[in-house]
């Protein structure tokens, strides 16, 4: 049977490609979808943990952690709907002032 | 055991591919691979509320939402490195992508480091105390009553700024 370790190693490793696309992505839309990678790992560390001290209280957690991402993924859609309207583009780098 | 690995892999696989991809819609697919992959972990968790709900939640609706939007904006590939004009500007994002490479190749040696050695030896998990549905739902309505109430409220709220900042401006179009 894999153990927490196994999860938690597993977890980090989604967390750490997660942050690695954040950080290395010129895409909007990648931006979030790694966000969204980010939020899967700790999730999975959540459930792992509330496996192993035998609570349900992990799964609950994970629920309200996967409402919030949806609220996020759909303010920041709209943001990005706005953002494209503007310039044509998502690249990040294309929307360095704070006016225009 | 087995099945952790090949749940395991695929998902690092398909998330590692979800950030090599130029093509967002490529990248939203795999995301969806990635999350059926988690899906299957949280089966072997014994949470099958959370298999289900990450299947029917992300996979079903907010991965849909993230398609959706890509289809919408037509959306461009990612400029490659070649693209940018300067060079200057060039060697600065070849600069950025290296340091965030390595930034993450650090955190995730550390964390494999520090899990390795500290959560090896204990940590194996108890046997039963399966969370069932019903347990999960009575716990929501009682001890957890109030933050899901909250979350209702989180959820109109991100409902009505959606759709404000996605609003096109009526006075600016002209008709």
Same mark, same amino acid.
């Given at each position: 049977?894999?153990?927490?370790?196994?999860?938690?190693?597993?977890?980090?490793?989604?967390?750490?490609?997660?942050?690695?696309?954040?950080?290395?992505?010129?895409?909007?839309?990648?931006?979030?979808?790694?966000?969204?990678?980010?939020?899967?790992?700790?999730?999975?560390?959540?459930?792992?943990?509330?496996?192993?001290?035998?609570?349900?209280?992990?799964?609950?957690?994970?629920?309200?952690?996967?409402?919030?991402?949806?609220?996020?993924?759909?303010?920041?859609?709209?943001?990005?709907?706005?953002?494209?309207?503007?310039?044509?583009?998502?690249?990040?780098?294309?929307?360095?002032?704070?006016?225009? | 055991?087995?099945?952790?690995?090949?749940?395991?892999?695929?998902?690092?696989?398909?998330?590692?591919?979800?950030?090599?991809?130029?093509?967002?819609?490529?990248?939203?697919?795999?995301?969806?691979?990635?999350?059926?992959?988690?899906?299957?972990?949280?089966?072997?968790?014994?949470?099958?509320?959370?298999?289900?709900?990450?299947?029917?939640?992300?996979?079903?609706?907010?991965?849909?939402?993230?398609?959706?939007?890509?289809?919408?904006?037509?959306?461009?590939?990612?400029?490659?490195?070649?693209?940018?004009?300067?060079?200057?500007?060039?060697?600065?994002?070849?600069?950025?992508?290296?340091?965030?490479?390595?930034?993450?190749?650090?955190?995730?040696?550390?964390?494999?480091?520090?899990?390795?050695? #500290?959560?090896?030896?204990?940590?194996?998990?108890?046997?039963?105390?399966?969370?069932?549905?019903?347990?999960?739902?009575?716990?929501?309505?009682?001890?957890?009553?109030?933050?899901?109430?909250?979350?209702?409220?989180?959820?109109?709220?991100?409902?009505?700024?959606?759709?404000?900042?996605?609003?096109?401006?009526?006075?600016?179009?002209? #008709?």
């Amino acid at each position: 049977m894999p153990r927490l370790g196994d999860y938690l190693v597993l977890s980090g490793l989604l967390f750490v490609i997660g942050a690695a696309g954040v950080m290395v992505r010129r895409n909007l839309i990648t931006i979030l979808l790694s966000i969204e990678i980010m939020l899967n790992a700790v999730n999975l560390s959540f459930v792992a943990f509330g496996r192993a001290l035998g609570s349900a209280d992990g799964q609950i957690i994970v629920f309200f952690v996967m409402t919030v991402a949806a609220a996020e993924a759909a303010v920041g859609l709209a943001i990005v709907i706005g953002l494209f309207r503007h310039r044509e583009s998502l690249n990040p780098d294309s929307f360095t002032n704070l006016k225009w | 055991m087995l099945l952790f690995y090949v749940f395991g892999a695929a998902a690092v696989i398909a998330s590692l591919l979800v950030i090599a991809q130029r093509n967002p819609i490529y990248s939203v697919l795999l995301l969806i691979a990635s999350f059926g992959a988690l899906s299957g972990l949280y089966i072997l968790l014994e949470a099958p509320f959370v298999a289900v709900i990450q299947i029917i939640i992300y996979a079903g609706a907010i991965m849909v939402l993230f398609l959706f939007v890509v289809m919408l904006l037509n959306a461009p590939r990612e400029e490659t490195t070649e693209d940018v004009p300067t060079w200057a500007a060039r060697t600065s994002r070849a600069g950025v992508a290296r340091f965030g490479v390595a930034l993450s190749i650090a955190l995730g040696l550390e964390l494999v480091w520090a899990l390795t050695k #500290h959560g090896g030896e204990s940590g194996a998990f108890a046997g039963g105390s399966v969370a069932s549905v019903s347990a999960i739902g009575r716990l929501l309505f009682t001890r957890y009553a109030f933050p899901f109430e909250v979350t209702s409220v989180l959820i109109l709220i991100a409902m009505v700024g959606a759709v404000v900042l996605a609003r096109r401006d009526p006075a600016k179009e002209g #008709h």
